[in-house]
T-cell receptor, first 112, second 112 residues
């Protein structure tokens, strides 16, 4: 089971790019990296998923180096509404018995 | 709106009691997941069902049980409730494979 480490909190200002890094040194060969966003008292919401190199969608980019021991979620030009907790999840959703460990997450505060 | 529904929204009960939380997955999703989120524990994975069968088990107590019915809705049963069981309980669903999880709005359980 891949253990993940993320910064507990980060501050940013509106309009800036925010990069949140997740360390997962013992990631397994078939594991994927998935990021979720959670607002207070709401369920987490999927942001992006990747296996290697770079993945981009309409809200974020995910950078994964060749050794896959870390990953970086990049949020371009954040706004106040991006204030939330961001979770890095590492595992193989196809695996029987997969334990979905969300960890403590990174609390991002976007300031005006 | 994720398409996942959970009932009830709020539940207040006394220690020692038993409650049932209900989840209806998104249309077509075969996988259902249950999570517990309390202030001091973060988001804890409890159990996953896929098409009626248990697929993965996380930190689920023996006092807790779950099942997924033929119509794919799921129920989480919590018995001999303790004060520490007070938390937000989320249900999520996915189509399986590498597809992301969609979370419901949660059930807030308060044990007094």
């Amino acid at each position: 089971l891949a253990k993940t480490t993320q910064p507990i909190s980060m501050d940013s200002y509106e309009g800036q790019e925010v990069n949140i890094t997740c360390s997962h040194n013992n990631i397994a060969t078939n594991d994927y990296i998935t990021w979720y966003q959670q607002f207070p008292s709401q369920g987490p919401r999927f942001i992006i998923q990747g296996y290697k190199t770079k993945v981009t969608n309409e809200v974020a980019s995910l950078f994964i180096p060749a050794d896959r021991k870390s990953s970086t979620l990049s949020l371009p030009r954040v706004s106040l509404s991006d204030t939330a907790v961001y979770y890095c999840l590492v595992g193989d959703p196809r695996r029987y018995g997969q334990n979905f460990v969300f960890g403590p997450g990174t609390r991002l505060s976007v300031l005006p | 709106d994720s398409g996942v529904t959970q009932t009830p929204k709020h539940l207040i009960t006394a220690t020692g009691q038993r409650v049932t939380l209900r989840c209806s997955p998104r249309s077509g999703d075969l996988s259902v997941y249950w999570y517990q989120q309390s202030l001091d524990q973060g988001l804890q994975f409890l159990i996953q069902y896929y098409n009626g069968e248990e697929r993965a088990k996380g930190n689920i107590l023996e006092r807790f049980s779950a099942q997924q019915f033929p119509d794919l809705h799921s129920e989480l049963n919590l018995s001999s409730l303790e004060l520490g069981d007070s938390a937000l309980y989320f249900c999520a669903s996915s189509a399986g494979g590498l597809n992301e999880q969609y979370f419901g709005p949660g059930t807030r359980l308060t044990v007094t």
